[in-house]
């Protein structure tokens, strides 16, 4: 009880602290004003649709317009009371209660109450197309308590979903929602909510975002304006933020020093923040890929480094076998078991690794065993990324040399999700088509829990390899019963030791937050120095954050 | 009238032909609407919300393929063309209108800017022979219209926008505006087509000038052109109304074609320049397996051609008593 | 833009005994200078492409050398995003952009021949449904049609794109043919094989077709010509096998490694250079061989007055 007191107490000061203004400083000086344009690559128009729990818009409502009830910081596990002023767990972990916000108004000057809260909750419940984190897989009721409290009641202690529920799920204004005749096929083309921004005007070309001036933050945001332009293809968007007319970018973009930096040293920055990683798959149920020898010849086989240099242009880090992304969750990693599998680059280590497994180079040079398995495998990967084609090419390179042939297949988006799903592949290669989270928790449980999967042929949400591991199941539950974070540390140390040495997976690179921002006119920038968001304008709710600290100074 | 009767049987028979095919064509490929959705969507979405998204789209269809065919069929003559998946929940209609006008704006005004001019600048070509036009104009055109469209499109890109700053860097307007019928707004739209059509003309006059260039030389060595010289007539007219007007008959279909595909967008212009149109839209459809929308576009692209090629034989045959008799 | 193929073939052509049309064709052509200065180019092309070995100065997958390198005497063009040498990847590039260019346009070719000529000769019903078939194909769009195809292929590779091709660009010729053939129907040298008896399958095969072998030819350099620019155009949008070595996909790994504006433009400008040379070349020699069978087409010289 105490405890869960003085993190509330904890959690109000840092609402207190963020709302004040960043380390950066310069906020007393911050004046209302400016236009700030966003460059996020969308492909194509904007349907000008703001329903937050459409999938496919809903970079362009979350954060903006529609909040959460907590701001769990995506690189930091920060967490920051948002739309609720307090969150409690109780003792078991089987509840948790909100306290919502007092002094909050809707942009069209309602009041927003717990109410509110209640309702979003149970909206989704009764429209499932709505639950677009299948919060309610975990829920069992969401009731209001008092006057201003959400008490929610899992089935079973399910603490890992904080992170949905509280940071990811927008809350929606009863009072309009509930007269809407179709929740889910109603586009919102006039999103009230309680953001900092609220609609200026919609074109199929460009969203341009006002600021709120009754926004419950007083005195937040500063921008003025945001645009967000609609582009079809990552060279129009790079140019466009190459010639500056748009200040944050969320893009690969190629050659970055000569083509962005370079084009005005003084502003021009970027950071790739690391938040999940890129896997080579392998398909456990298949022979010789059931083999753990074979796995761990490939962890090998691969170099990580050329990989990271020549395949990625150095900006995605080379991939570590614990699969916990580092240096964001470097206070995750265990290094003594890192050290001890000492895994990297080493074309003897996994030659021998093979040639104890029963493996010989036949006369093509390809490792094969008495029973006649070649080590010889296509790698489904998505037609255009061209980033992986290359880091491809210089696995299959390094992998050559220990006697493993892997051949490229390049397919459309669709087929490749489609094998990749049902598991209908040798090798894949990719990152978890489901998001990241504030620990490395959510990654490794996707990745690797026999119960995200599903039977070959079927459609399965996570672990695309079928991985099957009952123990390291049992680890995941136990995780996701304790909000003590020493267990948690040595609960995620013990799946790692499982990652490191069964290899379900090789990650090859990791995948980044693309992040480039101009100085020129606008400072309040996150940076390495002071991550207080995710970076990226992809980042979602975290994009928000950004927006209500970033202030003109011109 | 038999043989405007035999063009509009043909155009029913080519029209229900396509739209099979353009019933056909999405259910051929990879994949399902609900994994694309699945994909797009990022999220942790449990295979009951999967089911419901599917059943809300109305993509679960409990239909078999026939029942399924013929709704198709109905919905199109009605003007049902469903909601699309990639642009949900706004309508297919109106998600086409979105790009329409501008696909037709560009690409059709280029096309027929590139028309006109390649066929006055071919029939000046054939009317001087051995002059500059003929000699040197047309190797070069072809040299020209054998470069790939999006390298001539980058190059006047990086040359005209980013180092000259003449013209803005892409989109269809100025990003703050809205759409109205203002002068203000209608100069935005001319400075911003201008280069993309620049590079449509450039990349397709070639072959209208030569096309037009043979036909009108074979029609010059004509005998009626003879006995129009013959008799005195200015040479202006019977460049234009005697030799002309017969040349471009044959141009005609042709155009007519082109003209049908200005629908299908031109996808390279679209990427390069980053403009509304229909061709980006195709493709963003197809990669989302959008079938709705496929179809829709599908449709329209083939109306358009057919309808196009039907007014081209119409008119040829009204101009031209000769065709009638052939097939 | 595929250039339409010139309408005056759809004139009927003098019909000149079968054995001296080759040996014609191939004088006419050598005296002709835009001729000759297509085949020029297709000759170094092939030339490229069977020595490419020798010419090139590395092997053209080697990661070995630094990424994104100035041209130099080592490096003719300088070096791609992942190290490897541009040169030797032009070079060796030829030889499927070459491939795709020939090999579809004799596929395409050969389509519409059979269903061009055989629609002309059959007649009736079947001239018809072939007709309607063709017209079909028309309107078909290119590109789901390649999507759709090629997700029904194991790989991307140049086979797809050749597949694709042939199969959206034989009913523009197909068309053509058959006006021809239709006009050729009823000459006399086809009533006197048929009254010698012969076989359809003869009398098409070894009566029919050398009469149209100048519109043959045509068709197969126009239909060469839309090879090379629609194979560049699905390359560069990715729908090829980006592993591929051919211009097409060098122009693809080009532009998405920002060439042009991070300072490496004879990446982008060397490979469509090529394109256009290639597709350039055969265009001249199909211009060339209109001014050929079609005499009135012929250069003419400024009389002077």
Redesign the interface.
């Known amino acids: 009880m105490r405890r869960n007191r003085f993190l509330a107490a904890m959690a109000a000061l840092v609402v207190l602290a963020s709302a004040c203004g960043t380390s950066s400083g310069g906020n007393a000086q911050a004046k209302v004003g400016g236009t700030l344009?966003i460059d996020n690559e969308s492909?194509?128009?904007w349907?000008c649709?703001f329903?937050p729990f459409?999938?496919?818009v809903t970079g362009l409502s979350v954060g903006i317009f529609y909040e959460p009830l907590v701001y769990d910081n995506l690189l930091t596990d920060k967490k920051t009371n948002w739309l609720a002023s307090g969150y409690e767990w109780s003792p078991d972990n089987k509840t948790l209660t909100f306290t919502a916000r007092s002094g909050v108004k809707w942009s069209d000057g309602q009041d927003f109450s717990a109410d509110d809260v209640v309702y979003t909750f149970n909206l989704i419940k009764q429209?499932?197309?709505l639950?677009?984190?299948?919060v309610w897989?975990v829920l069992s009721s969401v009731t209001k308590s008092g006057t201003d409290k959400v008490v929610m009641a899992f089935a079973n202690s399910a603490v890992p979903y904080f992170f949905?529920i509280a940071d990811q799920v927008s809350i929606v204004p009863q009072h309009i929602w509930s007269a809407l005749k179709d929740p889910?096929?109603?586009?919102i083309a006039n999103p009230i909510g309680t953001g900092p921004f609220t609609l200026g005007?919609c074109?199929?070309?460009?969203i341009?975002y006002t600021r709120n001036a009754n926004y419950w933050q007083h005195g937040l945001p500063y921008l003025q304006t945001v645009?967000y332009?609609?582009?079809?293809?990552n060279?129009?968007?790079n140019?466009?933020l190459a010639?500056g007319?748009a200040q944050w970018g969320g893009q690969y973009i190629p050659s970055i020093d000569t083509y962005y930096v370079a084009k005005d040293r003084a502003h021009n920055h970027y950071w790739f923040p690391p938040i999940d990683n890129i896997d080579l798959w392998f398909n456990t149920t298949k022979a010789p890929l059931d083999n753990k020898a074979v796995r761990q010849a490939f962890a090998f086989g691969i170099d990580r480094n050329q990989a990271s240099q020549k395949g990625e242009s150095g900006y995605e880090p080379p991939g570590n076998q614990t699969g916990v992304p580092s240096p964001t969750f470097d206070s995750w990693i265990d290094q003594s078991a890192v050290s001890k599998y000492g895994y990297k680059f080493d074309v003897s280590k996994a030659t021998s690794l093979l040639q104890s497994a029963g493996f010989t180079k036949n006369s093509s040079g390809v490792m094969q065993d008495s029973a006649g398995h070649k080590l010889s495998f296509n790698v489904i990967t998505i037609a255009g990324y061209t980033d992986w084609d290359a880091t491809l090419q210089v696995v299959a390179d390094s992998l050559k040399q220990v006697g493993i042939q892997v051949k490229v297949q390049d397919l459309?988006?669709?087929?490749y999700?489609?094998k990749l799903?049902s598991g209908k592949f040798d090798l894949a290669y990719g990152s978890l088509?489901?998001?990241p989270g504030p620990s490395p928790y959510y990654e490794l449980r996707?990745t690797m829990d026999s119960a995200t999967t599903a039977a070959i042929g079927q459609?399965a949400?996570g672990d695309y390899g079928r991985y099957k591991n009952p123990a390291v199941d049992a680890l995941f539950d136990q995780f996701g019963a304790t909000t003590d974070s020493n267990k948690q540390h040595d609960l995620i140390k013990q799946i790692q030791a499982v990652m490191l040495e069964d290899v379900p997976v090789v990650p090859v690179t990791e995948g980044v937050a693309w992040y480039e921002w101009s100085t020129k006119d606008f400072a309040g920038w996150p940076t390495q120095q002071d991550p207080y968001a995710a970076p990226a304008p992809w980042n979602l709710p975290d994009m928000e954050v950004v927006l209500i600290h970033l202030y003109k100074t011109s | 009238m038999s043989y405007l009767l035999r063009r509009l049987e043909?155009f029913a028979?080519?029209l229900w032909?396509?739209l099979t095919?353009n019933f056909l064509?999405?259910r051929?490929?990879?994949?399902?609407p609900?994994?694309?959705?699945?994909?797009?969507?990022?999220?942790?979405?449990?295979?009951?919300?999967?089911?419901?998204?599917e059943?809300?789209l109305g993509v679960h269809s409990d239909q078999n393929i026939f029942q399924q065919y013929f709704e198709y069929l109905g919905n199109t003559f009605t003007g049902n063309l469903g909601?699309?998946l990639?642009?949900?929940?706004?309508s297919v209609a109106?998600?086409v209108m979105?790009?329409l006008p501008w696909s037709l704006g560009l690409v059709g005004t280029a096309t027929v800017i590139a028309f006109i001019l390649g066929t006055l600048v071919g029939m000046l070509a054939a009317w001087r022979?051995?002059?500059i036009f003929?000699?040197i104009l047309?190797?070069v055109l072809?040299?020209i219209?054998?470069?790939?469209?999006?390298?001539i499109a980058?190059f006047c890109?990086?040359l005209f926008s980013?180092t000259l700053n003449w013209f803005p860097?892409?989109?269809?307007?100025d990003?703050?505006?809205?759409?109205n019928l203002s002068w203000d707004f209608i100069g935005q739209v001319v400075s911003h087509a201008f280069l993309p059509a620049l590079t449509?003309v450039i990349?397709?006059i070639?072959?209208w000038i030569?096309?037009m260039r043979?036909?009108m030389?074979?029609t010059l060595?004509e005998d009626y052109v003879k006995m129009a010289r013959a008799k005195g007539l200015s040479p202006l007219r019977i460049m234009l109304q005697y030799a002309g007007r017969n040349a471009i008959l044959?141009?005609l279909t042709?155009f007519a074609?082109s003209l049908?595909f200005v629908i299908?967008g031109a996808?390279?212009v679209?990427?390069?320049?980053?403009?509304?149109g229909l061709?980006?839209?195709?493709?963003?459809a197809?990669?989302g397996?959008d079938f709705a929308l496929?179809q829709a576009?599908?449709l329209l692209?083939?109306v358009a051609?057919?309808v196009a090629v039907l007014i081209a034989d119409v008119l040829t045959a009204w101009l031209d008593p000769r065709t009638r008799e052939?097939t | 833009?595929?250039?339409?193929a010139?309408?005056?073939q759809?004139?009927a052509e003098p019909v000149e005994p079968r054995a001296g049309v080759l040996r014609n064709v191939f004088s006419s052509l050598m005296s002709n200078r835009?001729a000759l200065a297509g085949l020029a180019v297709l000759l170094l092309f092939t030339l490229v492409s069977v020595f490419a070995a020798v010419i090139a100065p590395y092997d053209p997958h080697s990661l070995q050398f630094d990424a994104l390198l100035p041209p130099s005497l080592q490096h003719l063009l300088g070096t791609a995003a992942n190290g490897q040498d541009i040169f030797s990847q032009l070079v060796w590039s030829t030889r499927e952009s070459l491939l795709l260019a020939v090999v579809a346009g004799v596929f395409a070719t050969a389509v519409s021949v059979v269903i061009g000529v055989t629609a002309a000769y059959l007649g009736g019903a079947w001239d018809h449904v072939l007709?309607?078939f063709t017209?079909?194909f028309?309107?078909?769009?290119t590109?789901?049609?390649m999507?759709?195809i090629a997700?029904?292929a194991e790989s991307h590779g140049v086979w797809v794109l050749i597949t694709v091709i042939t199969v959206t660009g034989w009913s523009y010729g197909a068309r053509q043919l058959r006006?021809q053939a239709l006009s050729l129907r009823n000459r006399e040298f086809l009533d006197a094989a048929r009254v010698r008896g012969e076989r359809s399958l003869y009398i098409i095969f070894f009566e029919v077709l050398p009469n149209m072998t100048s519109l043959i030819v045509a068709i197969f350099l126009g239909a060469a010509?839309y090879a090379?620019?629609a194979a560049?155009?699905l390359q560069?949008?990715g729908l090829g096998d980006t592993n591929d070595l051919s211009w097409?996909t060098m122009?693809y790994w080009a532009?998405h490694n920002g060439a042009?504006?991070a300072g490496q433009p004879l990446w982008?400008i060397a490979p469509?250079l090529c394109?256009?040379?290639?597709?350039?070349a055969?265009?001249?020699v199909n211009?060339a061989f209109?001014e050929i069978s079609?005499p009135?087409?012929r250069?003419?010289?400024?009389?002077k007055r």
């Open positions: 344009t492909g194509g128009l349907s649709a329903n459409n999938g496919s429209h499932p197309e639950d677009l984190q299948s897989s949905p889910v096929g109603d586009s005007q074109t199929p070309q460009n341009t645009n332009p609609a582009f079809t293809d060279d129009p968007a140019q466009f010639a007319q459309s988006s669709n087929d999700f489609d799903f088509n489901t998001q996707n459609t949400s | 043909f028979i080519t032909a396509a095919v064509l999405p051929l490929m990879p994949g399902s609900a994994e694309a959705m699945l994909v797009r969507f990022h999220g942790r979405v449990s295979p009951q919300t999967v089911k419901a998204m059943i809300a909601v699309s990639t642009f949900f929940p706004t109106k998600v979105l790009a022979r051995g002059g003929d000699a047309p190797p072809i040299i219209s054998a470069f790939p469209y999006f390298w980058l890109l990086l980013l860097l892409g989109f269809a307007y990003l703050t505006s809205s759409i449509i990349t397709s070639g072959g030569l096309t043979n036909t030389i074979t060595a044959p141009n042709g074609m049908g299908s996808i390279l679209e990427i390069v320049f980053n403009y509304p061709g980006f839209m195709l493709l963003q197809v990669n397996e496929m576009l599908f692209i083939t051609v057919l052939a | 833009m595929a250039v339409p010139l309408a005056s759809e004139i835009k007709n309607l017209d079909v028309l309107v078909i769009p590109l789901p049609l999507i759709v997700a029904y006006s010509l090379v620019l560049a155009g560069f949008i097409g122009l532009q042009l504006l982008v469509g394109i256009a040379a290639l597709g350039g055969f265009a001249l211009y209109d079609n009135a087409l250069p003419v010289k400024k009389r």
